[in-house]
């Protein structure tokens, strides 16, 4: 029988997917499963976007331009402007999601071999996304007692080695939801600028930010600006996951005919998603304002609750719509597999992303869950109700109750 690829045999499995059938299963023993392991939100698509699929009139659903729409990418340069990105429509490659601009980007950038340097807890399709190029993942830890902010540059420097290609962050940060400040920015700019690399900075979660900070775009940094692929989705800005539209943005203009080729192989980003995500931009500032508001208040919802919980303790994510939490358990994967399998309270349990996939350094992240916050607040309550109960049950559990 023939055997499958090293590829194959050393991709990973999702962290926040791998224990949906259990999920399915629970489901179908009749068990409500509060989903709080997926960036889903279930805030309304824009109704000018739905709209623009309703009176949809064309006779034929061709292909478009392997870089995206003309109209549309034009439209997404006025709407960087007003965040102090500076773009022209050439700089802008549409593609199927932030998650294909990932992979471009690495595909386009890195040889085999070489090696990415990048914050863990990450983004666990990052680590795919890697192996699918042949390249490397260093990962810098950052933990949860420091907030997971960024270690000091010394950290950094002892990574850099010769097959050192690249900066990874995810900017504010999925799993974390930390915030980047511009002394961090300011740091990765001159690692970036000293050895030459390529930073690539994964923005998608840029309309979710709850403090004072300033939103630092890695498209803000000077003297780099040849080293810099901003990766962009507007899945979760207008909560069109399904749509798969992103966009790969860089003044490097190398770097994009190498990634036009990728882009050229694959066909066309799609078609109807881009008329939905063109249409998108016409969304009026009252409908952001009020998903902003939402998150705000769910954030409050969940953060409060959670370390109000015996053992659990979740720093205040400054952005996105994640938080990463500890648990009073012993093994946060068998946790979360345990909730859906041997537990449920008055018939409910909850899902979660066990955090451990979300690092590559062995053990890291053990007692950690990812919880995102994409619920409405009397469901993130009463889910948080179910979690205190599933705890307190939970023969692994470390905290004496």
């Known amino acids: 029988m023939p055997t499958i690829s090293e590829r194959g045999m050393n991709m990973p499995q999702s962290p926040i997917r791998k224990l949906s059938p259990l999920a399915v299963a629970a489901a179908e023993r009749g068990i409500h499963v509060y989903h709080l392991n997926i960036g889903q939100p279930d805030l309304p698509t824009p109704q000018c976007a739905l709209d623009a699929v309703k009176h949809l009139d064309r006779k034929v659903l061709e292909y478009s331009p392997s870089e995206g729409f003309k109209s549309y990418r034009e439209k997404l340069t006025k709407y960087y402007a007003s965040y102090n990105i500076d773009v022209t429509p050439d700089d802008i490659i549409i593609t199927s999601g932030g998650s294909e601009a990932v992979l471009f980007a690495f595909l386009s950038c890195l040889n085999p071999g070489d090696e990415i340097i990048v914050p863990e807890p990450a983004y666990a399709n ?15 830890a950052t933990t949860i007692e420091e907030g ?72 803000h940094l000077k003297g780099i600006e040849q080293n810099v692929i901003l990766i962009d989705s507007v899945s979760k800005r207008y909560s069109e996951c399904g749509i798969r539209i992103g966009a790969l943005i860089t003044k490097n203009k190398t770097v994009r005919q190498a990634v036009m080729k990728f882009c050229q192989a694959r066909l066309s980003p799609p078609l109807l998603g881009q008329i939905v995500a063109e249409a998108s931009l016409e969304a009026p500032d009252s409908y952001m304002r009020e998903v902003y508001d939402e ?88 889910a948080l109700f179910v979690l205190r109960k599933a705890l307190e049950q939970y023969p692994g559990r470390t905290l004496r109750l």
């Not at 699918?132 to 990962?139: D, F, K, L, Q, Y």
């Not at 690092?359 to 993130?380: F, W």
Request: proline letters at 6%; glycine letters at 6%; one cysteine or more.
């Open 148 to 219: 997971f902010s960024l270690p000091k540059v010394e950290k950094f420097e002892a990574l850099i080695g010769d097959r050192t290609r690249a900066i990874l962050i995810c900017n504010p940060n999925n799993p974390t939801g930390y915030l980047y400040t511009r002394r961090e920015m300011n740091q990765i700019r001159d690692l970036v600028k000293k050895h030459d690399l390529y930073l690539f900075s994964d923005e998608v979660y840029r309309e979710f930010i709850y403090t004072g900070s300033p939103y630092i775009s890695a498209c």
């Open 126 to 140: 990052y680590m795919a996304f890697a192996v699918a190029a042949g390249a490397r993942i260093r990962t810098i």
């Open 295 to 382: 998150y705000v208040e769910r954030r409050k919802c969940l953060i409060d609750g959670l370390n109000r919980i015996p053992g659990c303790y979740s720093p205040v994510p400054m952005g996105a719509f994640y938080t990463t939490a500890q648990l009073p358990v012993d093994d946060a994967e068998k946790f979360c597999a345990w909730c859906l399998t041997d537990f449920s309270w008055e018939g409910e349990t909850v899902m979660m992303a066990p955090a451990s996939g979300f690092y590559t350094t062995p053990g890291s992240g053990r007692d950690q869950v990812r919880i995102a916050y994409v619920l409405n607040k009397e469901d993130l309550k009463r």
